[in-house]
């Protein structure tokens, strides 16, 4: 099970790292750009991680779940499984919906109320981004 236990961390820090840079270090950053500029890093930041975050998801989902019910089992690792569920639930019912309204919109013409729609996702992000890190934390912690 230490591959099993590697792997979970790998990915787990992996998807914590870059659900990080996102939320605290490029949405900041992009907020700064004048409107059609920011709105096309937006567009194609959402085409990129729409391929990328999935490919983390699904195995940290798995070695997770893994690691809480045969490697490590306790309490630190059933709650980085649930803390990593709170995620999962937060993309498909938050942030998901959002970029797929986000990835049809025109830069150049966006919809009017593209600045509150940018804003829900910013909030659904905090908990997304706080919950990866979370659960990469409590992960860690369980294999202590």
């Known amino acids: 099970m230490t591959a099993v236990a590697a792997l979970a961390v790998i ?8 659900e990080f840079v996102v939320r605290w270090g490029l949405a900041p950053a ?7 500029a920011h709105l096309r ?18 195995p940290t989902v798995a070695l997770v ?14 709650a980085s499984l649930g803390v ?16 797929m309204q986000v990835i ?6 966006p919809p009017p109320d593209w600045p509150t729609v940018i804003a829900r996702w910013e909030t659904i992000d905090v908990l997304r981004s706080s919950t990866a890190v979370a659960s990469f934390a409590l992960l ?5």
């Open 11 to 18: 990915f787990a820090g992996l998807l914590a790292g870059e």
């Open 30 to 36: 992009m907020r700064s750009l004048p409107d059609p």
């Open 41 to 58: 890093i937006w567009i194609a930041l959402v085409r990129r991680l729409r391929v990328l975050v999935p490919m983390l998801i699904a």
């Open 65 to 78: 779940i893994a690691l809480a019910v045969w490697a490590a089992p306790g309490p630190w690792a059933w």
């Open 84 to 99: 990593l569920a709170v995620f999962v639930a937060s993309s498909a019912l938050g942030t998901v919906p959002i970029n």
């Open 104 to 109: 049809e919109w025109d830069p150049d013409q």
């Open 140 to 144: 860690t912690i369980s294999l202590l």
